[in-house]
Structures are given as C-alpha cells and as structure tokens.
C-alpha cells in the first residue's frame, strides 16, 4: 500500500486517487481526474495506461513504442491544473494544465489545453493545443520550487 501524497498533486493519497485507475480498479469520472491519472501513468512508467486512455482515433497511429521513447529519461516533476471544463451533454471537455519536467539537467515546461471525449461511458484523451509559454522551464524571481517544499525555487532545489 502507498502512503505518499498523488503523484498529480491533488492533495490525496495515491490510493484515494490515481492508483485505482492506474490498476484498471474503477474509471476516471472527469476530464480531471483522467488527466491527473495520465499525468500520474506518465510518472510511474504505465505507458499501457496512458495509451489505453486515448481515443480510439489517436491509438490506431500509436504504439506503447511511441509513447516509451524517451520516457526513461524523463522525470515528472510536478502538474498544475489551471481550468477544467466539461461541455452540458457531458460528452466532451477540456483541462488546462502546466506539467513540470527534467530531461538530463534541464527542466522544462509543459502548458497544453487538452480536448477529451467519451467513448463507450468512459473519459478518452483526444489531442491538446500547446501554448507558447512552454520549453525550457526559467524560473521568475518569486516562483516556489518544483519538489513541492513550498519553499522559492532559489532557496531549495536550484
């Protein structure tokens, strides 16, 4: 049993978040809670996972191949979701969220708004716009550091 806080940065417990989806126990309910599982797969290395969760569309010109190249190099270091927003008919929405990561010494900055649709009942991940804001992740002055210490970034993991 894990007793750390969520990998996606919600607050709760991997086991009262992402776990029981990542273990195909129960099924996201939100755009939310499907992108926070994905982001959660992505730290974890369950590339099943994340390319089980794409739209029928998408997974037919993807492999878990694709989706391991360059995953061992890459480490996770923090989600931020800024909005979510379900469409009335509750068959599509959309989350916008910044991901933080590292490759070698680098870190980066990812900023997407991501489309989903459902399929079948359930939350699919179709495709994401990127904002210019992403890439190489440069700190600003006030700015708390990535680890999650509620400490400023250039007093603790600089």
Do not use: I
């Not at 992402?18 to 926070?36: F, H, K, N």
């Not at 993807?62 to 927003?85: A, I, M």
């Not at 939350?123 to 990535?146: I, M």
């Amino acid at each position: 049993m894990n007793l750390h806080l969520c990998f996606c940065h919600s607050g709760l417990r991997f086991e009262q978040c992402c776990e029981p989806y990542l273990q195909g126990l129960s099924y996201p309910d939100t755009p939310e809670q499907l992108m926070r599982s994905r982001y959660s797969a992505y730290v974890t290395s369950n590339y099943q996972y994340v390319l089980d969760t794409y739209t029928v569309n998408q997974r037919e010109s993807l492999t878990l191949e694709d989706l391991q190249q360059g995953g061992n190099e890459t480490q996770w270091l923090r989600l931020d979701v800024l909005s979510t927003l379900t469409r009335k008919d509750d068959l599509s929405g959309q989350v916008e969220f910044v991901a933080y990561y590292q490759v070698n010494d680098a870190k980066y900055k990812l900023h997407e708004r991501s489309t989903f649709y459902r399929e079948n009942n359930l939350w699919r991940y179709d495709s994401g716009t990127l904002f210019e804001d992403g890439g190489l992740y440069k700190p600003q002055r006030n700015d708390l550091c990535l680890c999650g210490s509620g400490k400023k970034y250039k007093k603790c993991c600089l």
